[in-house]
């Protein structure tokens, strides 16, 4: 049933987060969708601690912790990574191996 692999990427950041003048989660998802990946969902959370983007410093964040979690096979996640890459900086990422069944 699960027949391919695949990985999840999760994106922690601040909701005061920007990108070019717009709100970093929603470039994010935005560009999710340009690349067409099988699985993008942002939540947001009421409160968050970590890495703030100034400096190494750890600390409650200025807006609500968002956290965007995006699903697809391999290669789809590590080209999405490398074109969304050198743009994100205020975020910390993760990945992990799934399983995956992309339903049509």
Partial sequence: MFN???LRLRVYLDESARFVGVP???W????AARHELAGASMVRGVEGVGCLPQGTTV???DGAPV??????T???????????GSSVTACLMT????????CD
């Fill in 4 to 6: 391919q692999e695949g």
């Fill in 24 to 26: 970093l989660h929603e």
């Fill in 28 to 31: 994010i998802m935005k560009e």
């Fill in 59 to 61: 600390g409650v964040a």
């Fill in 67 to 72: 956290i965007l979690e995006l699903v697809d």
């Fill in 74 to 84: 391999t290669a789809k996640i590590e080209r999405f990574v490398a074109s969304i």
């Fill in 95 to 102: 990945m992990e191996t799934v399983r995956l069944k992309i």
